[in-house]
């Protein structure tokens, strides 16, 4: 059975008038999400929660325009699923930048309703014959969406090898905001990141502002809140067993074939990631789970 074929997906996993899976492009399927509060679309390629909208909101994900479905490729926008290593490979440039999970097809593991509306999505991507030539390790991981006037994503890992691994990884957020200038990331201050930009390691002292390119690793556990005074809203950022915060935008000079000339102004990254100090070493058999819970408000 085609993993892919929508018609057998809705049977499987479509909830009627809330849940429909349609063809996206290169026949990758999309799920439609539709509920009175909130609507959102998920991507079996990648796993990946596409856009997030609750009703009274503008959407609280960003997508570029210029996103593409195509194999091997990642999905500019929504949340990205980064593992086993955050960034380039620590030791082999050859290795794809964050991982194997993004470019890959998942599948779905199951869907339902809580009780107050909203809806689950799990996914799952376990090793194969092409990713074990990248990373040599038998792995399972799951992403759990639970997706109503707030979401939370929860990313899983499991050794299911004989032999331990490392695990690095990121819930690599693409937050869409009004205008980027005048944005700021609070939570973040008297925090040390290393900086990418710059390099070196810094302390962060003001709320986090985006004048040009800001990539940096911050060395937090904390809550953080986007101050977007154009939108008019707070977007609340919590997250569980995650002690590494990386906040991105590329700035006016982004060099990215699928952003357009002014997509930096329209959205910033702030990922909760196991990175540095931060890898987790899992024995065969155990696992570990992270998250990342998002809530949106008026300006306070
Ligand atoms: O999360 C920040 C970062 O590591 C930046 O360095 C930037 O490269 C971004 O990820 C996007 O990476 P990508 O491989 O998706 O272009």
């Keep these: ?3 892919m074929d929508v018609s057998h997906l809705n049977e499987q996993f479509g909830l009627y008038g809330q849940i429909e899976w349609l063809d996206g492009a290169e026949g990758f399927p999309i799920a439609h999400i539709g509920h009175r509060d909130f609507t959102a679309t998920v991507s079996l390629y990648g796993g990946q929660l596409l856009t997030w909208r609750p009703s009274d909101q503008a959407p609280v994900l960003w997508i570029s325009e210029l996103a593409t479905l195509e194999p091997g490729k990642a999905i500019r926008g929504g949340v990205p699923i ?12 050859s290795k794809p930048s964050h991982g194997v999970a993004r470019n890959r097809l998942w599948r779905v593991v199951q869907v339902s309703n809580l009780a107050g509306g909203e809806i689950v999505i799990q996914m799952s991507l376990t090793d194969d014959e092409e990713t074990r030539p990248i990373w040599a390790h038998r792995f399972r991981l799951d992403v759990v969406y639970v997706i109503g006037r707030t979401l939370t994503a929860t990313l899983t890992a499991f050794n299911i090898d004989d032999k331990p691994f490392t695990m690095g990884g990121a819930l690599h957020t693409y937050f869409a905001v009004g205008s980027t200038p005048v944005v700021s990331v609070d939570g973040l201050e008297g925090a040390e990141y290393d900086d990418k930009v710059i390099g070196g390691l810094h302390i962060q002292k003001y709320p986090v502002q985006f004048e040009e390119e800001v990539d940096r690793v911050y060395f937090s556990a904390e809550p953080t809140i986007i101050y977007d005074p154009t939108l008019q809203r707070q977007i609340h950022i919590n997250k569980r067993n995650s002690d590494t915060t990386v906040v991105w935008n590329p700035g006016v000079t982004a060099k990215k074939a699928d ?7 329209q959205f910033i990254c ?10 987790v070493t899992l024995a065969p058999g155990e696992h570990f789970a992270f998250s990342q819970t998002i809530r949106v408000t008026g300006i306070a």
């Design 1 to 3: 059975m085609d993993s």
């Design 82 to 93: 980064i593992f086993p290593w955050f960034g380039a490979h620590p030791t082999d440039s």
């Design 270 to 279: 702030v990922e909760a990631a196991k990175h540095g100090d931060d890898v």
């Design 259 to 265: 952003l357009s000339a002014d997509a930096w102004s």
